[in-house]
C-alpha cells in the first residue's frame, strides 16, 4: 500500500509568512493528490485536489504543486483563520498530518 | 446547498454491531461515490472505505483494518449511504465521516463532508 509522509508535522509561523508542507509518496502516484484542511471539532476541508486545482471558494493564497512522489500545499501569506492542521490524501491514504500553529 | 448528515453513533460494546447512516441533500446522490473516513481522538484522518455509483457497478472497497466486519451499501431512492459496523472492536473508537466524491472508480478527492458521528467501542 503507497504510504504518504508530511512533513513537518508540526510548524510554528507568524501572520504574514509564507509556509510550505511537503507529501511525500512512497510510489509514484502521478497528480491524485489533495489537500484538506481541518480545524478542531470539524470535518475536513477539501483545498486542492489533482495536486494543484484549487477548490472553488478556497482563497487563492492557497497553492499546490508536484506529480509522482513528491507534493506540496504552499500558503503565501497566512491569515488568521489558516492555523489549522493539513492532510494530504492520495485515494486510500491520508498523512499523518501537519499542524500549523501561531509563532 | 450540498448537505450530508451522519447519524447512528453511539456507545456500544465490543463484538456487537452498529449502521451509520449519511443522508444526502442538495445533489443528485446516484450521481456519485461515497467515502467513510475516521478519525480516532486525537490522531489523523483514516481511510475506511468506498462505494461507487451505480452507474459504475455500485461496488465497494475497504479499508484492511475493517475488511470483512464493516459494509457499506446506499439506498439513492432515498440518498442515504450506510455504514454497516460488526464485530466491533475498541479500537473501531472513532468520529465517523461520510463525504462526496470527487471521482468516479478511485476513491479520490472529497469535496462535501457531513459534521460526523461519534462511535464509542467501550464495555
Redesign the interface.
Known amino acids: 500500500a503507497i504510504q504518504l509522509t508530511q512533513s513537518p508535522s508540526s510548524l510554528s509561523a507568524s501572520v504574514g509568512d509564507r509556509v510550505t508542507i511537503t507529501c511525500r509518496a512512497s510510489q509514484g502516484i502521478s497528480s491524485a493528490l489533495a489537500w484538506y484542511q481541518q480545524k478542531p471539532g470539524k470535518a475536513p476541508k477539501l483545498l486542492i485536489y489533482d495536486a494543484s486545482s484549487l477548490e472553488s471558494g478556497v482563497p487563492s493564497r492557497f497553492s499546490g504543486s508536484g506529480s509522482g512522489t513528491d507534493f506540496t500545499l504552499t500558503i503565501s501569506s497566512l491569515q488568521p483563520e489558516d492555523f489549522a492542521t493539513y492532510y494530504c490524501q492520495q485515494t486510500y491514504t491520508f498523512g499523518q498530518g501537519t499542524k500549523l500553529e501561531i509563532k | 446547498e450540498v448537505q450530508l448528515v451522519e447519524s447512528g453513533g453511539g456507545l456500544v460494546q465490543p463484538g456487537r454491531s452498529l449502521r451509520l447512516s449519511c443522508t444526502a441533500s442538495g445533489f443528485t446522490f446516484g450521481d456519485y461515490a461515497m467515502t467513510w473516513?475516521r478519525q480516532a481522538p486525537g490522531k489523523?484522518?483514516?481511510?475506511v472505505g468506498f462505494i461507487r455509483s451505480k452507474a459504475y457497478g455500485g461496488t465497494t472497497?475497504y479499508?484492511?483494518s475493517v475488511k470483512g466486519r464493516f459494509t457499506i451499501s446506499r439506498d439513492d431512492s432515498k440518498s442515504i449511504a450506510y455504514l454497516q459496523m460488526n464485530s466491533l472492536k475498541t479500537e473501531d473508537t472513532a468520529m465517523y465521516?461520510c463525504?462526496r466524491v470527487?471521482t468516479v472508480v478511485?476513491?479520490?478527492?472529497?469535496?462535501y463532508?457531513?459534521?460526523?458521528t461519534l462511535v464509542t467501542v467501550s464495555s
Open positions: 473516513v489523523g484522518l483514516e481511510w472497497e479499508a484492511a465521516y463525504s470527487l478511485t476513491p479520490g478527492a472529497s469535496d463532508w457531513g459534521q460526523g
